[in-house]
């Protein structure tokens, strides 16, 4: 993949780009892992990279909602998650800390990165919120996105992205192709 920074190439046919990867992972097995090293090679190569990483603040499977998101651009980290206390049961999603996470990372797209990357589709996206006007966004630019996509949340992701987007593995040859293939 070469370092040069590149724009998405107009399509001469009447079939959508996609321009979207949606990195398809097993339920509850979220590859943060392979997000991080996705970014730290992009960036090695010269690429302007945008968006967020997801970081799991415990490692306790009792709080797997302690989550910040980590601006790619300033590097800024939101709460993502209301904390609820001690003996709460299930995850109470902060919507007013995503929505200032997706205002810092769209007003990162004025800067026409290369890719953006963020960190899944989520109930709040299957819901019709969350992260989906940034995305829709995104493609309007001609900026390519690589995302997280649960298989559980496969069918709402497929309605959503429609043919705008491919389902790739967590393998970074195939998603570094997918990306070469844009330019």
């Not at 298989?151 to 997918?178: M, P, Y």
Request: glycine share 8%; charged share 25%.
């Amino acid at each position: 993949m070469s370092a040069l920074p590149f724009a998405l190439v107009p399509e001469l046919s009447s079939q959508p780009v996609q321009s979207v990867a949606a990195i398809v992972y097993a339920n509850e097995a979220y590859p943060a892992a392979f997000f991080r090293a996705l970014v730290g090679r992009w960036r090695a190569l010269g690429l302007s990279v945008a968006g967020v990483l997801q970081h799991r603040v415990v490692e306790d499977d009792d709080r797997h909602c302690d989550v910040l998101l980590e601006d790619l651009t300033s590097g800024h980290r939101t709460a993502l998650f209301e904390d609820r206390g001690a003996g709460a049961s299930g995850c109470r999603l902060d919507q007013a800390a995503l929505a200032e996470a997706t205002a810092r990372v769209e007003g990162s797209l004025e800067q026409t990165p290369d890719v953006l990357v963020l960190n899944k589709f989520g109930k709040a996206e299957c819901e019709g919120g969350g992260l989906r006007d940034l995305i829709a966004s995104s493609i309007d630019r001609r900026i390519p996105v690589v995302i997280g996509v649960s298989r559980d949340r496969l069918d709402a992701w497929r309605k959503f992205a429609g043919d705008f987007a491919i389902e790739l593995s967590d393998d970074a040859s195939e998603v570094e192709r997918w990306l070469g293939g844009l330019r």
